[in-house]
């Protein structure tokens, strides 16, 4: 039966497979995009990772607002508009660390060793996890403006300085997450990988212009302060909020950007081949 439809015309079943046109694979931007979405949908289903964007924020601003804000500020309600821009680079800081952790985990289960055997670009895994979490830094951000308005702060800046001061602190967490991805995949556990970003992150938050001016601070300490990159990131955050940022603030900022991908982003995906 089989021979005498091949002789009527039908071509074999494995020529069949062979001349077949094959689909085109998916563009590094498309697969990226996939992966995103697959990062989002998680959230979705597991929204306890949303922990860290709605108590970190309201956390610390609140208890330091109302803590210190009379021994720092003078008064709360003119602390919080010292505070708020902080608080917002902070956060964004903060949830940086649980990119690594996120991706270690994800090495830890296998899944990334089903993504290698995927006809796309190596990039595309990598991009699309932190493309998820920028959604993520953004909600952050959302919570600490909310939070920043509901307690009275009025930058002079208006919406413009303050969308404009978002997304540069969201640009430098997407370049410092390509930092914590590099990291994960060196490491591969997440508690190690959480653990260092958090020795990291803390003391680079705190040793800084966040919550106190750095003139208040002893001499040995304000060199440190001075060369910090979250110390520049606020300053700029904080001009463009309040109306008087400058080229070389955001310019700092930016080229910082630039660096940490240049140098991170390579590093990371040279790491994803090499498995």
């Given amino acids: 039966m089989t021979a005498a439809a091949t002789t009527a015309g ?11 046109q094959q689909p085109a694979p998916p563009s590094a931007i498309s697969a990226s995009l996939s992966f995103a979405w697959r990062a989002l949908l998680k959230i979705r289903r597991v929204p306890v990772q949303l922990f860290d964007i709605a108590v970190h924020p309201v956390v610390f601003t609140l208890m330091f607002t109302y803590l210190f804000g009379g021994a720092i500020g003078g008064s709360a309600g003119r602390y ?9 680079v902070m956060t964004l800081l903060v949830t940086t660390g649980s990119t690594g952790s996120t991706l270690s985990t994800d090495i830890a289960n296998g899944v990334f060793d089903r993504y290698r055997t995927l006809p796309i670009r ?10 998820a979490d920028l959604a993520r830094y953004a909600a952050a951000a959302a919570v600490v403006i909310g939070l920043g308005g509901a307690l009275g702060f009025r930058p002079d800046g208006g919406v413009p300085g303050t969308v404009t001061a978002v997304l540069l602190a ?29 020795a990291v992150t803390y003391p680079l938050a705190f040793v800084s212009n966040i ?5 208040t601070l002893p001499g040995w300490l304000q060199a440190f302060v001075h060369i910090n990159p979250v110390t520049h990131l606020v300053t700029a ?21 630039v660096i940490l991908t240049a140098v991170f982003a390579p590093l990371a995906l040279r790491r994803y081949r090499a498995g």
């Fill in 10 to 20: 039908s071509p074999p079943p494995l020529a069949v497979l062979v001349t077949a």
């Fill in 122 to 131: 190596p990039i595309a895994p990598l991009a699309g996890a932190l493309l």
């Fill in 237 to 257: 955050v904080r001009g463009l909020m309040a109306g008087t940022a400058t080229v070389g603030h955001i310019g700092y900022v930016l080229a910082a950007c």
């Fill in 211 to 215: 919550f106190v001016a750095p003139a």
């Fill in 80 to 88: 919080v508009g010292y505070l708020v821009p902080g608080i917002l």
């Fill in 170 to 198: 969201l640009a430098f967490s997407f370049s410092l997450a390509w930092a914590w991805t590099a990291l994960a995949l060196v490491v591969k556990a997440p508690g190690a990988a959480l653990g260092i970003t958090q």
